[in-house]
């Protein structure tokens, strides 16, 4: 097999992937290519590693995407998800195995039967959520099943955060990842199980329905995350009666974070009129009801429907979407005039560590007693800027299956997420090695 490695896209969440393998290629002897839009990006993070090459690369330049693809053993793409599908078809052309940390799409799944007659494999959802959830969840539920007991509750959240000794905002949150992600999450229907019924919650309801969740002594927003309802059948619980996979922030985040959903400016969908001439708080004035009277913040306060001193207003005055600062950005939508407003502001400076935090909760009976209880946790904080928490979690499954991939470790075909124990055993295993532990706990 070809022991070249092609990484397109050098992000934020892609330094520690590239460090780790490069730190292992010259004992597994492979190269690695790391192609970005941003040619200085992809030398910055390659860092003169002699078994590294930095390329800049088009996604659309047909020509260059045959020849890396068709030089490299393995491609892992950290693109943005609605970029994966030319990458992925040209995989397929050239019998190439994939992985990706992002959602399988329609269009992936679609590629399936030729990916297995490729005799190739697909390995998506492999970053930290969706990914290490899967394969920790797996671990335990494997292990239930196994002793014949029957789980009748799976509830599991994330949250990429901030560090606290790093928080010192309002919003108790910094990027540590794709902000426009951060901005659009959570756009769309959630769907869950609980008690043997269906819950539906679309997006305008959603922030305004978070529930308090509790890791170890710490509380935490919660909220419901896409579609629960679709992992029953991948996780073996096809007749659970609750079930639920969750986003955690800060606590009281959702309710602030509401308020800018209510008004409609977390919307992708159009432009906004000569954007690049308005204020921020011209912006913001005009997705207030005409019928509201004073100054924005007055309008604002009255909308939001909060005391003038409450932590809430606090949060959003703190943003600076009630500044007299013209805004410059030319034929944005609401969502991409928040963006850059917020990537001045949720910035990880210089010291700042992001953190990680993950649990599952199982309830379960079996031989011995009905309403067993296990927690599984996880807890990471990141080194720095660069090498942060989320970088870790979400690159180094990346990484490590990668390499078994390449060493035949894993020989499934087709299009897969992680969730067999050819997968997870061994990518959890060498997560440990690196101090990416869970935490379990049973309550009797």
Same mark, same amino acid.
């Given at each position: 097999?070809?022991?070249?490695?092609?990484?397109?896209?050098?992000?934020?969440?892609?330094?520690?992937?590239?460090?780790?393998?490069?730190?292992? @290629?010259?004992?597994?002897? !492979? /190269?690695?290519? #790391?192609?970005?839009?941003?040619?200085?990006?992809?030398?910055?993070?390659?860092?003169?590693?002699?078994?590294?090459?930095?390329?800049?690369?088009?996604?659309?330049?047909?020509?260059?995407?045959?020849?890396?693809?068709?030089?490299?053993?393995?491609?892992? @793409?950290?693109?943005p998800a609605n970029m994966h599908l030319p990458v992925a078809l040209e995989c397929v052309s050239q019998k190439k195995s994939l992985l990706t940390a992002s959602y399988i799409s329609p269009e992936m799944k679609a590629l399936e039967s030729q990916v297995i007659a490729n005799g190739s494999l697909f390995l998506n959802e492999c970053g930290l959520d969706p990914g290490l959830d899967h394969m920790s969840a797996m671990k335990i539920i494997d292990s239930i099943h196994a002793s014949g007991g029957e789980i009748t509750s799976f509830k599991s959240y994330t949250g990429g955060l901030v560090a606290p000794e790093s928080n010192d905002n309002p919003w108790g949150y910094k990027f540590s990842w794709n902000p426009r992600n951060v901005i659009l999450a959570g756009q769309g229907t959630a769907k869950y199980i609980s008690g043997g019924r269906?819950?539906?919650?679309?997006?305008?309801?959603?922030?305004?329905?978070?529930?308090?969740?509790?890791?170890?002594? /710490?509380s935490f927003d919660g909220y419901a995350n896409r579609d629960s309802l679709a992992y029953r059948k991948t996780y073996g619980l096809d007749h659970i009666p609750t079930m639920i996979r969750g986003t955690l922030r800060q606590l009281d985040f959702c309710k602030a974070w509401n308020v800018f959903v209510q008004l409609g400016i977390t919307d992708d969908s159009y432009k906004v009129e000569n954007s690049e001439s308005l204020t921020y708080a011209q912006f913001i004035e005009a997705f207030l009801p005409s019928s509201s009277k004073g100054t924005a913040l007055d309008k604002l306060i009255e909308f939001?429907?909060?005391?003038?001193?409450?932590?809430?207003?606090?949060?959003?005055? !703190? /943003?600076?979407?009630?500044?007299?600062?013209?805004?410059?950005?030319?034929?944005?939508?609401?969502?991409? #005039?928040?963006?850059?407003?917020?990537? /001045?502001? !949720?910035?990880?400076?210089?010291?700042?560590?992001?953190?990680?935090?993950?649990?599952?909760?199982? #309830?379960?009976?079996d031989k011995e007693k009905a309403g067993k209880k296990i927690t599984s946790s996880l807890v990471v904080k990141g080194e720095d800027r660069l090498h942060t928490a989320m970088a870790k979690t979400v690159g180094l499954p990346l990484a490590i299956a990668a390499r078994l991939i390449l060493n035949g470790k894993i020989r499934i075909k087709g299009i897969h997420i992680p969730v067999q124990k050819e997968i997870y055993e061994p990518v959890l295993s060498e997560l440990e090695k690196m101090k990416i532990v869970f935490s379990e706990k049973e309550l009797l």
């Open positions: 097999m070809i022991r070249n490695i092609l990484l397109i896209g050098a992000g934020r969440s892609s330094a520690s992937l590239i460090q780790y393998l490069l730190d292992h @290629s010259k004992d597994e002897q !492979w /190269t690695l290519t #790391v192609a970005d839009v941003s040619e200085e990006e992809a030398t910055k993070k390659i860092n003169n590693h002699p078994n590294g090459r930095a390329i800049r690369f088009d996604i659309n330049d047909e020509k260059q995407r045959i020849a890396e693809i068709g030089a490299a053993g393995i491609v892992i @793409s950290m693109l269906y819950h539906y919650v679309p997006y305008n309801r959603l922030f305004g329905e978070a529930v308090v969740i509790k890791v170890d002594e /710490t939001a429907g909060e005391p003038a001193d409450s932590e809430l207003i606090r949060k959003i005055i !703190w /943003t600076g979407v009630l500044e007299d600062k013209p805004i410059g950005l030319k034929n944005a939508s609401p969502a991409q #005039v928040l963006q850059q407003l917020l990537e /001045t502001k !949720w910035v990880l400076k210089d010291g700042d560590r992001d953190m990680i935090v993950m649990q599952h909760e199982f #309830v379960f009976n």
